[in-house]
């Protein structure tokens, strides 16, 4: 399988980063491989709303460090989005990923019944960490943006939520968080 691994937080050795590693690391041993885009690196802007992905191209017209991601997500089988909550969201970093995806869907999107370019049946793996420790709070993220990949023909999601964490690296004393996404490795890659 491949797989493509998208950091959002600026904090390289983060939670979300370390809660996605586990994951990968499970998957690369299982035999796929892994792509992993630390966003923040990258010199990217958010959708223009050109709407050129809607009549003259099938891909985004920007030529920025995102048109490699696009691609490498147009090509996986996995998808590992991992944020930060910050201000009860996904990262600016991944937003303004998840905007350009816009080029993924067809100029009749709003009516056709297949309404995205890319293959369907992908897995998308969402890892979400927040310093409040209140489950409920900030509960309303994944189920938000899980909708928008569902439309877009992912067919399986998984969410691995680490609830407070604050600094970087304590996510690391949750040996239930890392062994869930040792788990989940395992649940897509189908292994015992
Ligand atoms: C700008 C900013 C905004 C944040 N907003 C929230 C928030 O709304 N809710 C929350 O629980 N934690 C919030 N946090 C805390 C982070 O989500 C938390 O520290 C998380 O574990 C960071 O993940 P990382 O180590 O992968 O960067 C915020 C942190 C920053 C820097």
Redesign the pocket.
């Known amino acids: 399988m491949n797989i493509v691994c998208l950091l959002g937080?600026?904090?390289p050795q983060?939670?979300?980063?370390i809660v996605s590693k586990r994951f990968c690391d499970t998957a690369e041993g299982l035999g796929s491989e892994v792509k992993t885009f630390a966003l923040n690196k990258l010199k990217y802007r958010g959708c223009q709303a050109c709407m050129t992905c809607k009549t003259r191209l099938d891909r985004c017209v920007l030529k920025d460090d995102l048109s490699e991601v696009l691609e490498a997500v147009r090509e996986s089988d996995i998808l590992v989005i991992?944020?930060?909550?910050?201000?009860?969201d996904l990262s600016s970093q991944l937003k303004a990923f998840i905007d350009r995806t816009f080029s993924f869907l067809v100029p009749d999107y709003q009516t056709n019944p297949n309404p995205c370019r890319i293959k369907p049946g992908k897995k998308l793996v969402f890892i979400q960490?927040?310093?409040?420790p209140d489950e409920n709070?900030?509960s309303d993220v994944f189920p938000r943006y899980e909708a928008f990949f569902k439309w877009y023909g992912f067919d399986g999601t998984h969410l691995i939520r680490?609830c407070g964490?604050?600094?970087?690296g304590?996510?690391e004393t949750h040996k239930d968080i890392l062994s869930l996404a040792e788990e989940t490795a395992k649940t897509i890659l189908k292994q015992p």
């Open positions: 937080s600026p904090r983060g939670n979300s980063a991992a944020s930060p909550t910050y201000y009860g960490t927040q310093a409040e709070a900030f680490a964490v604050v600094d970087a304590e996510v």
